[in-house]
T-cell receptor, first 114, second 115 residues
Framework: QKEVEQDPGPLSVPEGAIVSLNCTYS??????FMWYRQYSRKGPELLMY????GNKEDGRFTAQVDKSSKYISLFIRDSQPSDSATYLC??????????????FGKGTKLSVIP | GAGVSQSPSNKVTEKGKDVELRCDPI?????LYWYRQSLGQGLEFLIY????????KSGLPSDRFSAERTGGSVSTLTIQRTQQEDSAVYLC?????????????FGAGTRLSVL
């Protein structure tokens, strides 16, 4: 079992739909949780960063972390064609050597159809 | 301001040749990471540099891979005797380490193809 599991999709939704993306993880040491968006042939771009369990909202995006269930989610409201990309969940913990290397899910490819 | 810069953006090489990939982190960022993104494997950590401390090399897949960081800024990832399985996108990220972990900012990557 990989440390971080993410459904690779692909996921296709109509414009305006609510999108739900999820990851589960097995390492209880993870403390920091992120969602990155990656367009084709570009580097990952940070969307959301959370530290503790609960919800964090930023515009049309809401990130949820449930540490007790080892489950994180990203919701996108009023989805737009420009949201079409691959979404990567990532998480980290202090390795003890000061490294907060990220462990990624494999990414979910999202297409928003006009 | 300028983001993380990587060069070249694309590299095609023949099996058995050595390649060097370069990363220019964001100015003032003391932490630098290399990751590899390959089909089927996703994004995987390779190596971490923090200031003048010894790097964390725990993610390097073999001794053909090495990296250095000169003057606490620019980093070079070297792959010796490249193999076809080395074909991937190599991503560099930098961050300012803080008490709440870090936020890593990525470059666009170098797409390596080994023929």
């Amino acid at each position: 079992q990989k440390e971080v599991e993410q459904d690779p999709g692909p996921l296709s939704v109509p414009e305006g739909a609510i999108v739900s993306l999820n990851c589960t993880y097995s390492n209880s040491a993870f403390q920091y949780f992120m969602w990155y968006r990656q367009y084709s042939r570009k580097g990952p771009e940070l969307l959301m960063y959370t530290y503790s369990s609960g919800n964090k909202e930023d515009g049309r995006f809401t990130a949820q972390v449930d540490k007790s269930s080892k489950y994180i989610s990203l919701f996108i409201r009023d989805s737009q064609p420009s949201d079409s990309a691959t979404y990567l969940c990532a998480m980290s913990a202090n390795s003890g050597a000061g490294s907060y290397q990220l462990t990624f899910g494999k990414g979910t490819k999202l297409s928003v159809i006009p | 301001g300028a983001g993380v810069s990587q060069s070249p953006s694309n590299k095609v090489t023949e099996k058995g040749k050595d390649v060097e990939l370069r990363c220019d982190p964001i100015s003032g960022h003391t932490a630098l990471y290399w990751y590899r993104q390959s089909l089927g494997q996703g994004l995987e950590f390779l190596i971490y540099f923090q200031g003048n401390s010894a790097p964390d090399k725990s993610g390097l897949p073999s001794d053909r891979f090495s990296a250095e960081r000169t003057g606490g800024s620019v980093s070079t990832l070297t792959i010796q005797r490249t193999q076809q399985e080395d074909s991937a996108v190599y991503l560099c990220a930098s961050s300012v380490t803080s008490g709440q972990g870090n936020i890593q900012y990525f470059g666009a990557g170098t797409r390596l193809s080994v023929l």
